[in-house]
Nanobody, 124 residues
């Protein structure tokens, strides 16, 4: 059974940083893309960042470009999201996901497996 477990969320002041982690288990995902999405209250779940199987390609939403960095450690089946210069509008539940895809997919429908989410709250 595939399981994704996010960690690292919390409360931080605007301008601060957080590092999210997502550990996958149940199968090896080193050949597939991993991504992060987020969902704020009353809003649709939106794409944040994705990374291809090797880590050589990444893609970011315009809203986080230059502030967030996605990375992965295939030996640990783990993907990370380093979030710097956080803003109140970054407040959301953050979800990691895996796409059985060789590129850098950005659509929610491209992703097969999802974690339960971790709350990130940025105070002003």
């Amino acid at each position: 059974q595939v399981q994704l477990v996010e960690s690292g969320g919390g409360l931080v002041q605007a301008g601060g940083s957080l590092r999210l982690s997502c550990a996958a288990s149940g199968r090896t995902f080193s050949s597939y893309a991993m991504g992060w999405f987020r969902q704020a209250p009353g809003k649709e779940r939106e794409f944040v960042a994705t990374i291809n199987w090797s880590g050589g390609r990444t893609y970011y939403a315009d809203s986080v470009k230059g502030r967030f960095t996605i990375s992965r450690d295939n030996a640990k089946n783990t993907v990370y999201l380093q979030m710097n210069s956080l803003k109140p509008e970054d407040t959301a539940v953050y979800y990691c996901a895996i796409a059985l895809h060789l590129g850098v997919p950005t659509r929610r429908s491209d992703y097969e497996y999802w974690g339960q989410g971790t709350q990130v709250t940025v105070s002003s």
